[in-house]
């Protein structure tokens, strides 16, 4: 082993600063290669993959909370009071089953308005279209604006 690096040692003597030099940087560019192949795209591919997982658990998590809720109301001895109690408390209540918060207020044109601060995407998407089609309530205005931490900050107002 000694003799191996005695001669490697003396072979990089015999190479002049200029041819050092190129060789030096050769390794380190090949280093590099070798980093970025080995090591970060694998690492960017699992981000991704992770990722994508999520938004597919997410958008799995809000059919869940649907499907719990419309249980709930098939198995309670009364009704669920979704046209007694009004717009809101529907609103508020399925909000929550999908995960949400949501804060209402009356809107300009009578209807209720409401505002989500965060929410993912499976989440606001799937809540508006589980009022539409389980109970019947339509969007009649949406404003979505994208937040930093790629969650949506949602406005509207929905009616029967």
């Known amino acids: 082993m000694k003799d191996l690096f005695g001669r490697?040692?003396?072979?990089w003597d015999g190479r002049t600063l200029r041819e050092q030099?190129?060789?030096?940087?050769?390794?380190?560019?090949?280093?590099?290669?070798?980093v970025w192949l080995g090591v970060i795209r694998?690492?960017?591919?699992?981000?991704?993959?992770?990722?994508?997982?999520?938004?597919?658990?997410?958008?799995?998590?809000?059919?869940?909370?649907a499907g719990l809720l419309r249980l709930a109301r098939l198995q309670s001895p009364e009704?669920?009071?979704?046209?007694?109690?009004?717009?809101?408390?529907?609103?508020?209540?399925?909000?929550?089953?999908?995960?949400?918060?949501?804060?209402t207020a009356m809107d300009a044109s009578g209807?209720?308005?409401?505002?989500?601060?965060?929410?993912?995407?499976?989440?606001?998407f799937g809540w508006l279209a589980a009022l539409q089609t389980d109970h019947g309530v339509d969007?009649?205005?949406?404003?979505?604006?994208?937040?930093?931490d790629a969650t949506l900050q949602v406005e509207g107002s929905l009616s029967r």
């Open 139 to 148: 969007v009649r205005t949406l404003g979505v604006v994208e937040n930093t």
């Open 79 to 103: 009704p669920v009071a979704a046209d007694a109690g009004g717009l809101e408390p529907l609103a508020r209540r399925t909000a929550e089953a999908a995960g949400l918060e949501v804060s």
């Open 8 to 11: 490697a040692h003396q072979w």
């Open 21 to 34: 030099r190129m060789l030096g940087l050769m390794v380190l560019l090949a280093a590099v290669v070798i």
């Open 42 to 65: 694998p690492a960017l591919v699992w981000r991704e993959a992770a990722a994508a997982e999520r938004v597919e658990a997410e958008a799995e998590l809000v059919e869940v909370r």
């Open 111 to 124: 209807g209720l308005g409401f505002r989500i601060a965060s929410g993912s995407s499976a989440a606001v």
